[in-house]
T-cell receptor
Framework: GNSVTQMEGPVTLSEEAFLTINCTYT??????LFWYVQYPGEGLQLLLK?????DKGSNKGFEATYRKETTSFHLEKGSVQVSDSAVYFC?????????????FGQGTRLTINP | DAMVIQNPRYQVTQFGKPVTLSCSQT?????MYWYQQKSSQAPKLLFH???????NEADTPDNFQSRRPNTSFCFLDIRSPGLGDAAMYLC?????????????FGNGTRLTVT
């Protein structure tokens, strides 16, 4: 079945540091890939997505490229801020009964220190 | 603003006492999902509704039921909560078929079982 593996956290960085959170996936077919972010006390929000190989998703300074050859979708940001502290989830989608069914990684907790 | 609203934010119930969590949406989306998220784990899909059609995941315990009386509302019923059912329950919606349309999440209900 489909699965997503993220690098284990927690990750702690200083402000303005470079961020990489690794994500690899196993899937049949050609799923879409997503990064969701969960800020403290809130639900999940879509951060970025990519729908086919070599697509790059980007938002709020974050980027991730859909790499079919390495089955990866690593999240990167060049200079993190304290406000980026949150839990980040990589996910892929499959289709079932007309609905989108997300399979999530286990999440990576990111803490940015000033 | 259009959104997904979950009530209550925090729910405490006793072992074996039925409990209902609610979700409402103003997005007019035709798909509604319930996810279970245990501490430090990935959200796990329990079931979803595509319009009025209910779709249960194969490994969702019979203890969990759902109702969708109309487009806007969806309920999660736990008939006899056990200690292992303590978790964050996330409601989400999506508006279109296809595997690249994002899910919109509520802020979740954190369930405690005493």
């Amino acid at each position: 079945g489909n699965s997503v593996t993220q690098m284990e956290g927690p990750v702690t960085l200083s402000e303005e540091a470079f961020l990489t959170i690794n994500c690899t996936y196993t899937a049949t077919g050609y799923p879409s890939l997503f990064w969701y972010v969960q800020y403290p006390g809130e639900g999940l929000q879509l951060l970025l997505k990519a729908t086919k190989a070599d697509d790059k998703g980007s938002n709020k300074g974050f980027e991730a490229t859909y790499r079919k050859e390495t089955t990866s979708f690593h999240l990167e940001k060049g200079s993190v801020q304290v406000s980026d502290s949150a839990v980040y989830f990589c996910a892929l989608s499959g289709i079932g009964q007309g609905a989108q069914k997300l399979v999530f990684g286990q999440g990576t907790r990111l803490t940015i220190n000033p | 603003d259009a959104m997904v609203i979950q009530n209550p934010r925090y729910q405490v119930t006793q072992f074996g006492k039925p409990v209902t969590l609610s979700c409402s949406q103003t997005l007019n989306h035709n798909v509604m999902y319930w996810y279970q998220q245990k501490s430090s784990q990935a959200p796990k899909l329990l079931f979803h509704y595509y319009d009025k059609d209910f779709n249960n995941e194969a490994d969702t315990p019979d203890n969990f039921q759902s109702r969708r009386p109309n487009t806007s509302f969806c309920f999660l019923d736990i008939r006899s909560p056990g200690l292992g059912d303590a978790a964050m329950y996330l409601c989400a919606t999506s508006g279109r078929t296809g595997y690249n349309s994002p899910l919109h999440f509520g802020n979740g209900t954190r369930l405690t079982v005493t």
